[in-house]
């Protein structure tokens, strides 16, 4: 019974293991979903790369019993590698999508080729290794043999070249995001991260079965701490693939529940002297939870209507403007509209002469309250 419990732990996934293939497989879903809606071949490519990343992830932590199952020692590992070219080769496409709206034939085709070269080499070199008489969770400890280490390295040094890729496209896609969507920067710089972070994970495997292969010493302590990283370049990847849609998102509703908040005090001026501009809300009130940008939409059409209606005496100042709103409308000759005097008075882009006048009655009504 020790025994058999013990066996169980030794397959049995760890809790980082479980997020990081959850993750994994979320944001595949997400981007299938994407890519179905809205075809194209970039996204396509996109999902389909995440597709084989989660599986490959998901085949590597369940090797063994995978192996069980099949009854063929390290198959599991193989077919992980094809997985993973199969990702590397898709998510080349989907940067190349991104930089070009029509693909070049010739990138593309070389792009498959060497995805193909690595998948045929790695698949040879399997075939020619002496590791099919025992299961072996760390490949380090293969019988020594020139097959056995064209079997390990290939791989490695392939997602190291192609991570390198990614970091400088993060690298270069962060500076440009950075001063103009920072939430798109964020999602970007967690892919950069994810990329050196794989560099340094590959780089530590290669060199422990290199050394295990060519010297024939072990560096155990290098392998468990590549193992023990391995889980975070995919947490990584996966946080900045979901964080892509979901930060400019939740950025641009938190802009607009301050700019409902900011337009708040002459949002109500305007609604108490003026009631008919007040949209009903019908069947827009889920919405508006839902959606905070509709209701500032709403909001500013509301209160723009009402400045049509409110007339005044042109003032001076934009805080003249604003005494000039808590008090009765004018009816006279040389009355505007307070829309008209917002205008002449403040010349920025719409709505910031709103958010401006906004300000200014709170301002006012503050003063008022001193006084």
Not at 63 to 73: K, Q
Request: aromatic residues 6%; charged residues 20%.
């Amino acid at each position: 019974m020790a025994s058999l419990l013990k066996a169980i732990r030794a397959t049995a996934m760890t809790a980082f293991e479980v997020l990081t293939v959850a993750a994994l497989w979320g944001a595949g879903a997400y981007r299938g979903v994407r890519a179905r809606r809205r075809p194209a071949t970039w996204r396509t490519a996109l999902a389909v790369s995440v597709m084989a990343l989660a599986i490959a992830a998901t085949a590597h932590f369940n090797r063994i019993r995978l192996d069980e199952w099949v009854n063929i020692s390290n198959v599991t590992n193989l077919g992980s590698r094809l997985a993973l070219c199969v990702a590397v080769a898709s998510a080349q496409i989907y940067l190349l999508g991104t930089r070009h709206s029509d693909i070049p034939e010739g990138q593309r085709r070389a792009i498959y080729a060497v995805s193909a070269a690595t998948a045929a080499t790695s698949s040879a070199a399997w075939l020619a290794a002496p590791i099919h008489t025992v299961e072996l969770a760390d490949l380090g400890g293969a019988p020594r043999h020139l097959a056995s280490l064209v079997y390990i390295v290939t791989i490695y040094l392939y997602l190291a070249w192609f991570e390198v890729g990614v970091a400088r496209y993060a690298h270069q896609s962060f500076r440009s995001a950075r001063g103009t969507d920072p939430p798109a920067a964020v999602a970007i710089a967690l892919i950069g991260a994810s990329a050196w972070s794989g560099i340094a994970v590959l780089l530590m495997w290669t060199t422990h079965s290199s050394v295990a292969q060519i010297v024939g010493r072990s560096t155990p302590y290098l392998d468990r701490l590549a193992t023990v990283l391995f889980p975070v370049p995919l947490i990584l990847l996966a946080s900045g693939l979901l964080a892509l849609p979901v930060l400019p998102a939740l950025a641009h509703r938190l802009a607009a529940r301050r700019l409902t908040l900011r337009l708040d005090p002459l949002w109500r001026l305007m609604v108490n002297q003026h009631p008919h501009v007040h949209l009903p809300l019908r069947q827009d009130r889920i919405t508006q939870v839902l959606d905070p940008r509709l209701k500032a939409q709403r909001r500013l059409i509301e209160i723009s209507d009402g400045l049509e209606e409110h007339q005044v005496a042109m003032p001076s100042t934009l805080m003249e403007l604003a005494r000039a709103m808590g008090k009765p409308v004018v009816r006279r000759p040389g009355a505007v509209s307070a829309k008209d005097a917002l205008t002449q008075l403040d010349r920025a882009p719409w709505p910031r002469p709103l958010i401006s006048l906004s300000d200014a009655l709170r301002s006012a009504e503050r003063s008022q309250r001193r006084d």
